[in-house]
């Protein structure tokens, strides 16, 4: 066997990192991006900043990730997936046409307060042509829309047309960024934001027969005995466990 030949010792140093770590390498990456974010905006996003929540080395970032928007990017899907996610589950398990517009918005609610300290950066983001959150919007929107429209033809009632639907999912948008954003978002912010866009979708979206039971029977809207109400941060916490998701999606 010639030298060339002989097994080469190995090199000191780290192991390679199982399929596990690798994943939770990347997810603390996200994380401290999605912190980052919350805190300066997609404007003041840096690798240094990232590396800094992260606690890590800039070798260990760009070993799975090749900027600050890759990563960036990753925590808005996620955090848009969980809206759509939750106000799917929540409105498919209503039973009804009324009750089903109040899962919705309870569910937007529930999101808005999970990720208040997103908020006014995933705002900024939507008018701000050059951030990743107005790419992402509009899928996020037209999902919405397409659950509405589906719901009301379910139900065997004409959907709105889909420029009403979405000046309506708008409204409940803008309204969830009010509260947690110009209000301390108390329970009783937070039962008034819910109860305007009840109204906001009775007028947008209700037809004269809506109306009339709504006359018919004021208290529609108050939320049943055991039902989601706000607690003292402002969530929506659910009624089997108020502080996780299951109990209580962007």
């Not at 990730?65 to 808005?76: G, I, V």
């Not at 939750?86 to 009750?99: C, F, H, K, M, S």
């Not at 509405?148 to 409204?171: I, M, T």
Request: contains cysteine.
């Amino acid at each position: 066997m010639t030298v060339s030949d002989a097994p080469r010792p190995r090199r000191p140093g780290r192991p390679p990192q199982t399929d596990e770590e690798q994943a939770r390498a990347r997810a603390n990456i996200v994380r401290a991006t999605a912190l980052v974010f919350a805190e300066f905006g997609y404007h003041g996003i840096s690798v240094a900043r990232i590396l800094e929540h992260a606690g890590i080395a800039r070798p260990t970032f760009y070993r799975y990730f090749r900027n600050s928007d890759e990563p960036l990017r990753m925590a808005l899907d996620e955090v848009g997936r969980e809206l759509r996610d939750r106000i799917v589950a929540d409105v498919t398990a209503a039973d009804g046409d009324i009750p089903k517009v109040v899962a919705a918005i309870d569910a937007y609610l529930w999101w808005s307060g999970e990720h208040r300290s997103m908020l006014r950066s995933l705002y900024a983001g939507i008018h701000d042509p050059t951030s990743p959150v107005s790419e992402r919007r509009p899928s996020t929107l037209k999902a919405m829309v397409d659950l509405l429209s589906r719901e009301f033809e379910g139900a065997g009632r004409p959907a709105p047309q889909r420029w009403v639907l979405d000046v309506y999912v708008n409204a409940v948008e803008f309204t969830c960024y009010q509260l947690y954003l110009e209000t301390e978002a108390t329970p009783h912010d937070v039962e008034t934001a819910r109860q305007v866009m009840l109204r906001m979708a009775l007028a947008t979206l209700g037809s004269p027969d809506d109306w009339r039971s709504l006359v018919a029977n004021p208290n529609l809207f108050d939320r049943p005995a055991g039902a989601e109400r706000p607690d003292g941060e402002g969530r929506v916490a659910g009624p089997a466990d108020p502080g996780t998701e299951d109990g209580g999606a962007g």
